[in-house]
């Protein structure tokens, strides 16, 4: 008997090895939130921080589509492919399953034959731009913990930025910019994955790598690298995860940066396959997607290692005396002491920071030196800072006032926690920004202040659209953009782009402009008779004499 046993552990330890081979072991870490020991007074609990397992987070997202009426099928149309321009036998029909290409097949599964995918209408309203924004909601904070990859079954986009929001897509931040040519779309030098380094991992990129040439069968994918920015910590295979977990837990931008509610692809230019595009052939030029991998994990404050999706929503069951969707804050009667989030530190369990309960006796006021008053208020049964200082608020004067927001490198009690937005009056909505400093931005408008333009606008106290350029918005007919704001037409031509022959809003049009002879106009004639009548009257007198 203890052999067959022996056997059966050691293919189990084989199973498990090889479950780890693509994640290292130390993943494994902060899976547990508390377990039980003696102690010389009896069975007691040990608290850890825990957070709960990654997963694929797009079977829980919500997508939404910019403009609604962007994907193809309605009405019906015939598009070719890039590949073989003169192949136009392929059909999109939404009113019919197997020619319909709706958002949800961005997310179904893969290796199915035929592919399945979303597709968008032809570029057929060129030099109009085809932009394309794919929101991916998932109304709850998350984690990321792997590469974010998006496959098209088209080519992949000559121009497209990555977006990321903190607050339920109110504000947005790019993270990643891809183009054929960086600075000719969004005036950025181009960079790849290898140009980033522990000091800049933070830094916004463009990059050419997913964009630049077209190979139909191959080099369907488009990435943002996010293992690659964590073996910068934790070596090339991730085995030294410790590392990488100090570096969250000391460095609160750094969490931040692989943390989203939302994500946004905007798709800004589609695959042409050429430098130029060929007008006689636009229906040739769209947007599909096969699919999109999002992983990540619900984000606990490492208060959790489990998270529930229920009524189409995804919450942390929370542990530590704590509650709320991401844990957030104690529970009732649990307030004895200011909420904080666990720690990774020290390596591997960390510290739970669970919050205490109450306790009678005197009241220790835990304003964190932002004060020297506080109030026990009996029906809240809590206590409350009084005329927080320094820019502060909230219960334990932990918060930062409106207009101000925490800074990530200062302690609780330092005077200088509290950094005013300076938010860009005519940039942004309001003078309040989010967690991270970034305000909430008009349209045009980018950066943390709001005081930068994003590509297609001009700064004018504020961002104002671009009315034309080199690229999309080409004056026609030989015009000439000046300065982005308006088009120099020739003098036969009119409208925003040159787009209108001026004889058009002359009365009787261009029809005598063929003729070969030059029309006169009412002012002119008039003159003529009258020289012509003077000329004859001169020609009388002389006759008489």
């Not at 990654?54 to 997202?61: E, P, Q």
């Not at 599909?288 to 991998?293: C, E, P, T």
Request: aromatic letters at 10%; hydrophobic letters at 30%.
């Amino acid at each position: 008997m203890i052999f067959p046993l022996f056997l059966t552990l050691q293919a189990s330890w084989l199973t498990v090895c090889q479950a780890t081979q693509h994640y290292p072991a130390t993943w494994g870490h902060y899976d547990l939130c508390k377990s039980q020991g003696y102690t010389e007074e009896g069975l007691t609990w040990y608290y850890m921080a825990c957070q709960p397992e990654a997963a694929d987070m797009t079977k829980y997202l919500k997508v939404t589509l910019d403009p609604p009426n962007i994907t193809c099928g309605d009405p019906p149309e015939t598009y070719c492919t890039l590949e073989n321009p003169y192949m136009c036998n392929n059909e999109c029909d939404a009113a019919t399953d197997e020619l319909a290409h709706p958002p949800e097949l961005m997310f179904d599964i893969v290796g199915r034959n035929p592919t399945t995918f979303w597709q968008s209408t032809s570029w057929k309203k060129y030099p109009k731009p085809l932009a394309v924004n794919i929101t991916l909601s998932w109304n709850k904070t998350i984690e990321l913990t792997d590469d974010i990859v998006i496959t098209f079954e088209s080519g992949r986009p000559e121009q497209m930025v990555l977006e990321k929001s903190l607050d339920y897509g109110r504000s947005w931040q790019p993270y990643q910019f891809y183009a054929t040519d960086c600075l000719d779309a969004f005036t950025m030098e181009p960079k790849t994955m290898k140009d980033i380094t522990q000091h800049t991992l933070l830094d916004i990129i463009c990059t050419e790598e997913y964009s630049r040439g077209y190979v139909w069968k191959n080099d369907k994918t488009v990435r943002f690298e996010i293992r690659d920015r964590f073996a910068l910590f934790a070596g090339p295979k991730l085995h030294n995860m410790a590392s990488l977990y100090g570096q969250l837990d000391t460095t609160k931008n750094l969490r931040d940066f692989f943390t989203i509610t939302d994500l946004r692809i905007r798709l800004l230019r589609p695959a042409t396959g050429a430098t130029m595009v060929d007008e006689n052939n636009l229906s040739r030029y769209y947007y599909a997607i096969s699919d999109i991998k999002v992983h990540g994990r619900c984000k606990c404050n490492l208060h959790a290692n489990s998270c529930i999706y229920d009524k189409e929503k995804l919450t942390c069951e929370c542990e530590h005396n704590t509650t709320g969707p991401d844990c957030g804050r104690c529970k009732r009667n649990f307030q004895a002491r200011a909420w904080s989030a666990g720690s990774y530190l020290p390596i591997p369990k960390g510290t739970a920071n669970i919050c205490m309960a109450n306790y009678a006796g005197p009241v220790n006021c835990e304003c964190y030196n932002h004060s020297n008053r506080c109030s026990y208020i009996e029906v809240l049964n809590a206590v409350i800072c009084v005329s927080c200082k320094h820019n502060t608020r909230g219960q334990h004067c932990h918060l930062c006032k409106l207009g101000y927001y925490r800074n990530a490198t200062a302690k609780p009690d330092d005077e200088n926690i509290c950094i005013d937005c300076n938010c860009n009056p005519f940039g942004s909505e309001s003078d309040r920004c989010n967690g991270t400093g970034y305000c909430r931005c008009k349209e045009g408008a980018t950066g943390a202040m709001c005081h930068e333009c994003l590509p297609g606008y001009l700064w004018d106290n504020g961002c104002k659209s671009r009315v034309c350029d080199s690229e999309l918005l080409r004056c026609q007919n030989g015009g000439v953009c000046v300065n982005y704001v308006r088009c120099q037409c020739p003098p036969a031509y009119t409208g925003l782009l040159c787009e209108k022959p001026r004889c058009e809003k002359e009365p009787g049009g261009c029809g005598g402009s063929d003729s070969g002879q030059a029309s006169l106009h009412p002012p002119s004639l008039i003159l003529l008779l009258l020289l012509g009548g003077v000329f004859l009257t001169e020609i009388c007198w002389i006759t008489v004499l």
